[in-house]
């Protein structure tokens, strides 16, 4: 039973600060990697998120894309018995539309049990108008190629539902990166902002896959009032689960977050271990009544980082809620999910696949003098069309001389 992510480098980087500052003045309103940010979701693989997107399509302004990936660093080898949606939770993408800190709708997904290798499993999705339909997952393989991703249009709604194994979109230098927050809890104030980028460019999440459940609805069915929306994503559990005659689990009770994502770095960087587990089960009005702010100021402080950008931070993360903002218009364009330089993160235009978040992130958290790991794009280009993310890493047929591709 249990409880239930030189000059040129120099000019781009103050760009993004004075983009990234644009989203805190009072009219506006604004996520990265959140792979095994505490100690329950390092023991609960299908529970931990890994990372959240969204975007307006770049094929079509009128429609919003929603990605939530989970269970990172899927190995090719390990397919069968790794590529399985967890049946026992609760895949949601809250939708806030006022203005403040509490969602005002919610898009659920949930899958049928599933055994991985030649079958699919079924997932449900009940859309915020309430309309609920099924879908198949694409089905896993260790061939050498992957399955084409399977895509399900709903003829009622137009909504179109993705999920399955695929690469896992995001990219740093994560080891880089620990270590760096690491020298600012040992030398608070002092941190040694070298560990970043010694490694120069080695992308963490390099050949590894992940769980990606990604929805394209109509805008029009996230708008409120205004044109700014907010987007969480939380996997959830019933509050008790145990083991049936037939080692089925069974839930009762009711219904509680494991993880949560909005903005980058916020629990994995900001959030004092001993309280991790607290952050991701609590609630974004609970981020805007204060309860973690002192934990944030804290760790900025740690950080070096002076009352000016912490205030961007507070703003961001705080006052109205650790959410991700999306401004339905604020347009998106290019390749990829999306790439024009006045779209995407520090935009107001969401979180897209392309958008180096962590420069960004740790460049303001550096008091905007610009600060990069140096892995400034995925290993493997994104598709065009939904759902946008790139094939799965596969295994390697005999005789392939390359390595895995990791960069641990």
Do not use: C, W
């Not at 990697?33 to 770049?58: E, K, M, N, T, W």
């Not at 949930?110 to 309430?130: D, E, H, K, M």
């Not at 999920?163 to 080891?175: H, I, K, N, S």
């Not at 009544?289 to 009352?307: M, P, Q, V």
């Amino acid at each position: 039973m249990r409880s239930v992510k030189g000059s040129a480098l120099v000019l781009g980087g103050l760009a993004l600060v004075i983009a990234f500052a644009v989203q805190f003045l009072p009219a506006k309103k604004t996520a990265a990697s959140d792979h095994i940010d505490s100690p329950i979701v390092a023991q609960d693989r299908g529970a931990d998120l890994a990372d959240l997107y969204a975007f307006l399509d770049p094929n079509d302004n009128s429609r919003v894309v929603l990605i939530m990936s989970t269970q990172g660093f899927i190995v090719s080898g390990e397919h069968f018995g790794m590529g399985i949606f967890d049946p026992h939770i609760r895949y949601r993408f809250e939708i806030e539309n006022t203005g403040d800190a509490k969602p005002d709708k919610f898009l659920d997904v949930t899958y049928s049990p599933g055994v991985g290798r030649l079958t699919s499993q079924t997932a449900t999705i009940a859309l915020p108008n309430g309309h609920t339909f099924t879908a198949p997952t694409t089905i896993v393989t260790q061939n050498y190629s992957p399955n084409p991703p399977v895509i399900t249009t709903d003829p009622a709604t137009g909504a179109r539902f993705f999920a399955g194994v695929m690469d896992d979109p995001f990219f740093l230098d994560d080891t880089g990166a620990n270590r760096f927050v690491a020298s600012s809890l040992m030398h608070p104030g002092h941190p040694d902002k070298s560990l970043l980028g010694m490694r120069r460019g080695r992308d963490t999440y390099a050949g590894f896959n992940t769980m990606i459940t990604a929805v394209s609805v109509p805008a029009s069915m996230l708008r409120g009032k205004g044109n700014v929306i907010g987007i969480n994503a939380v996997t959830q559990r019933r509050q008790t689960e145990m083991h049936g005659e037939k080692n089925e689990i069974l839930g009762s009770g009711g219904i509680q977050t494991i993880d949560r994502d909005g903005n980058p770095l916020i629990n994995n960087g900001l959030i004092p271990a001993a309280r991790k587990d607290e952050y991701n089960a609590s609630e974004t009005e609970d981020d805007a009544e204060g309860k973690f702010r002192a934990d944030i100021i804290k760790d900025l402080r740690n950080f070096g980082t002076d009352d000016a950008h912490i205030a961007m931070i507070l703003k961001l993360a705080v006052t109205n809620g650790d959410i991700l903002r999306l401004d339905l218009g604020v347009p998106n364009r290019g390749a990829g999910g999306g790439a024009n330089p006045d779209g995407g993160f520090g935009k107001m235009g969401g979180r897209r696949l392309r958008d180096d978040v962590v420069d960004l992130t740790f460049t303001v958290i550096n008091n905007g003098v610009p600060l990069t790991d140096y892995v400034n794009a995925n290993e493997k280009p994104f598709r065009d069309v939904f759902p946008f993310v790139a094939d799965p890493t596969q295994p390697f047929p005999p005789g392939h001389e390359d390595d895995d591709h990791t960069r641990q």
